[in-house]
């Protein structure tokens, strides 16, 4: 089963930048659309940005929209999530998470995911 591990979560300070990793393993990452997801304390989960398998696509909730960049390096098996200006209610645990249908577009509905890793804790605090 394919397995998806992420890093580079931490504490930040608002305004700060965060580059999130995800590497996955046991199966080709080029096989795979690839989303990042994230919990808040309390709230549900929420999709932030994905990737189509090429990189060719990307797309980003509104939120994420001119702070986060999604990309990938499919011969490292490794994708990314840069996240900058960080907020406050940035504050959660991130989840990368693998979608291994064969739509031409990435989509950031976790219902099309079907591996996911532990996720990596991000706060945002002074």
């Known amino acids: 089963q394919l397995q998806l591990v992420e890093s580079g979560g931490g504490l930040v300070q608002p305004g700060g930048s965060l580059r999130l990793s995800c590497v996955v393993s046991?199966?080709?990452?080029?096989?795979?659309?690839i989303g990042w997801f994230r919990q808040a304390p309390g709230k549900e989960r929420e999709g932030l940005s994905c990737?189509?398998?090429?990189?060719?696509?990307?797309n980003y909730v509104d939120s994420a929209k001119g702070r986060f960049t999604i990309s990938r390096e499919n011969d490292k098996n490794t994708a990314y999530l840069q996240m900058n200006s960080l907020k406050p209610e940035d504050t959660g645990i991130y989840y990368c998470?693998?979608?291994?249908?064969?739509?031409?577009?990435?989509?950031?509905?976790?219902?099309?995911?079907?591996?996911w890793g532990r996720g990596t804790q991000v706060t945002v605090s002074s």
């Open positions: 998470a693998a979608d291994p249908s064969l739509f031409s577009e990435c989509v950031t509905w976790s219902m099309r995911y079907d591996f």
């Open positions: 046991r199966f080709p990452l080029d096989h795979y659309h």
């Open positions: 990737i189509s398998r090429s990189g060719g696509v990307t």
